[in-house]
C-alpha cells in the first residue's frame, strides 16, 4: 500500500467529514494536518487510519476513531498559549495534535508500553512541549499546577471534582460520566469562579478510569 498517498486521502476525506459537523477551526486542522494518523495506527490497520472506527493497540487498548477525537478536541476550543492535562495516552494521536496548537500538554497512561510508545513518537515529530507520565492522573504532584483545559477518555460514575479543580477560573473539561453498564454522556464542565456548569453532549462509550498504574505492560 502506498502510505504517502493513503495519508492524503485519508486526510482530505477526513476534512470533509469535519466540514459537514461544522468543525472549521484552522488551528485544529493545521494541527491535524501535521500529524499524520498513520505513524500513530499499527500498522496490521494502516488503511483504517483515518476512519471513525476505534482500533486496537498495544496493551488492548484501543484508539478511539478519528472523528470522536477530533470532535472531543474541537469542543475543548483549544487556543495558543493554554496548558492542557490529558488523562489516557493511548497512541498518543490526540496528544500530537493539542501539541501542535498550545504551549503545552500532560499526558498520562496507565501503561508503561503506551506512555513509552507516544514518547517517541513525540521526538520522531518534534513535538518536545508534550510531557508523558505514567499513572491513572490521580496522585501526581502539584508541580504542574493548573490547566486551561483537561481532556479525559475514560468514564467516571459521578462528577469528577478531583480532576475537575485542577483547571483555571474559565478552564474547560471534557469526560465522560455514567456507570459502566449504564448510558454515558460526554460531559463539557467550564469552571465559573468556584462552580462548574455542566453541559450533556451526546452519548459515549468509553472504559471506567481504572486506578492506579497497570501491574504489568
Same mark, same amino acid.
Given at each position: 500500500?502506498?502510505?504517502?498517498?493513503?495519508?492524503?486521502?485519508?486526510?482530505?476525506?477526513?476534512?470533509?467529514?469535519?466540514?459537514?459537523?461544522?468543525?472549521?477551526?484552522?488551528?485544529?486542522?493545521?494541527?491535524?494536518?501535521?500529524?499524520?494518523? +498513520? $505513524?500513530?495506527?499499527?500498522?496490521?490497520?494502516?488503511?483504517?487510519?483515518? +476512519? +471513525?472506527?476505534?482500533?486496537?493497540?498495544?496493551?488492548?487498548?484501543?484508539?478511539?476513531?478519528?472523528? #470522536?477525537?477530533?470532535?472531543?478536541?474541537?469542543?475543548?476550543?483549544?487556543?495558543?498559549? %493554554? $496548558?492542557?492535562?490529558?488523562?489516557?495516552? @493511548? +497512541? @498518543?494521536?490526540?496528544?500530537?495534535?493539542?501539541?501542535?496548537?498550545?504551549?503545552?500538554?500532560?499526558?498520562?497512561?496507565?501503561?508503561?508500553?503506551?506512555?513509552?510508545?507516544?514518547?517517541?513518537?513525540?521526538?520522531?515529530?518534534?513535538?518536545?512541549?508534550?510531557?508523558?507520565?505514567? @499513572?491513572?492522573?490521580?496522585?501526581?504532584?502539584?508541580?504542574?499546577?493548573?490547566?486551561? $483545559?483537561?481532556?479525559?477518555? !475514560?468514564?467516571?460514575?459521578?462528577?469528577?471534582?478531583?480532576?475537575?479543580?485542577?483547571?483555571?477560573? @474559565?478552564?474547560?473539561?471534557?469526560? !465522560?460520566?455514567?456507570?459502566?453498564? %449504564?448510558?454515558?454522556?460526554?460531559?463539557? #464542565?467550564?469552571?465559573?469562579?468556584?462552580?462548574?456548569?455542566?453541559?450533556?453532549?451526546?452519548?459515549? $462509550?468509553? %472504559?471506567?478510569?481504572?486506578?492506579?498504574?497497570?501491574?504489568? #505492560?
Amino acid at each position: 500500500m502506498n502510505i504517502r498517498l493513503s495519508e492524503k486521502e485519508g486526510f482530505a476525506s477526513l476534512i470533509l467529514r469535519l466540514r459537514a459537523e461544522g468543525i472549521t477551526d484552522k488551528n485544529l486542522i493545521m494541527a491535524v494536518e501535521k500529524t499524520p494518523r +498513520s $505513524r500513530f495506527t499499527p500498522h496490521a490497520y494502516m488503511d483504517l487510519a483515518y +476512519s +471513525s472506527r476505534s482500533l486496537p493497540i498495544e496493551c488492548g487498548e484501543v484508539m478511539e476513531g478519528v472523528d #470522536l477525537s477530533l470532535q472531543m478536541l474541537h469542543l475543548l476550543d483549544l487556543k495558543p498559549g %493554554q $496548558r492542557v492535562l490529558e488523562i489516557g495516552t @493511548g +497512541s @498518543g494521536f490526540t496528544a500530537a495534535v493539542m501539541g501542535c496548537i498550545v504551549d503545552r500538554v500532560v499526558t498520562i497512561d496507565r501503561y508503561k508500553t503506551l506512555s513509552g510508545l507516544a514518547s517517541q513518537r513525540f521526538a520522531d515529530l518534534g513535538l518536545n512541549n508534550i510531557v508523558v507520565a505514567t @499513572g491513572d492522573g490521580r496522585g501526581w504532584s502539584d508541580e504542574e499546577g493548573t490547566f486551561d $483545559r483537561i481532556l479525559v477518555t !475514560a468514564a467516571f460514575d459521578e462528577m469528577p471534582r478531583a480532576f475537575a479543580e485542577r483547571l483555571v477560573s @474559565g478552564g474547560m473539561m471534557i469526560a !465522560a460520566i455514567g456507570e459502566p453498564d %449504564q448510558p454515558q454522556s460526554l460531559v463539557r #464542565l467550564t469552571k465559573i469562579g468556584s462552580r462548574f456548569e455542566r453541559e450533556d453532549l451526546f452519548p459515549v $462509550r468509553f %472504559q471506567p478510569l481504572h486506578k492506579g498504574s497497570a501491574a504489568v #505492560l
